[in-house]
């Protein structure tokens, strides 16, 4: 099995071209407010309107969206269906892993985190809601594994920072 080279902007691309509703959350948004660490994932929270959840399957279909770690000779059909029946999918697609969740760990999903959540311009017109960093320290706390409470003190740090830099 060949795995795809992580292109975040790839799929990001796909998910705003296709008016998905969405915000980043996850490791891509810890680095758009300078956290060092290194991500192999993007991870975003959708909203569960049907519309949406039609128009992410179609992304994830264009994307050739499979379930990570899932014996491929099993039958698994991505669709607006699967996706209205779960709340969490780890995927690896030909722009590499994405995971979209409806109700990421300590939030109530997608209108909770557009509240705080704030527009970054990736370039060439991309406008995309990322978490806030409050919101990704919430998520990281909420989650409970390891390397999330490791990656929560390099936000703690990292926000202090940006405190004593009056960036707030």
């Known amino acids: 099995m060949t795995v795809a080279v992580f292109d975040p902007l790839r799929a990001i691309r796909a ?20 956290s060092p660490t290194v991500t192999n994932d993007l991870d975003i929270c ?16 264009l994307l050739n969206a499979r379930p990570r770690d899932f014996d491929r000779s099993l039958p698994f059909i991505l669709d ?27 939030t109530e ?6 509240r705080a959540a704030r527009e970054f311009d ?5 406008r995309v809601k990322f978490a806030s960093l409050e919101d990704v320290m919430r998520m ?8 999330d409470l490791i990656e929560l003190e390099v936000l703690k740090a990292l926000r202090a920072e940006r405190e004593a830099n009056g960036e707030g």
């Open 80 to 106: 607006a269906r699967t996706i209205a029946l779960g709340n969490s999918f780890t995927l690896e697609t030909d722009a590499g892993n994405l995971d979209c969740l409806a109700t990421p760990a300590g």
């Open 46 to 61: 959708y909203s569960t309107l049907r519309a949406n959840i039609d128009v992410l399957a179609t992304v994830l279909q």
């Open 140 to 147: 990281k706390l909420a989650s409970g594994r390891r390397k």
């Open 122 to 126: 990736l370039g060439e017109g991309l």
């Open 109 to 114: 999903g997608l209108l909770d985190l557009e």
């Open 15 to 34: 998910l705003v071209d296709h008016n998905v509703q969405f915000v980043v959350i996850g490791g891509f948004a810890a680095r758009i407010w300078g």
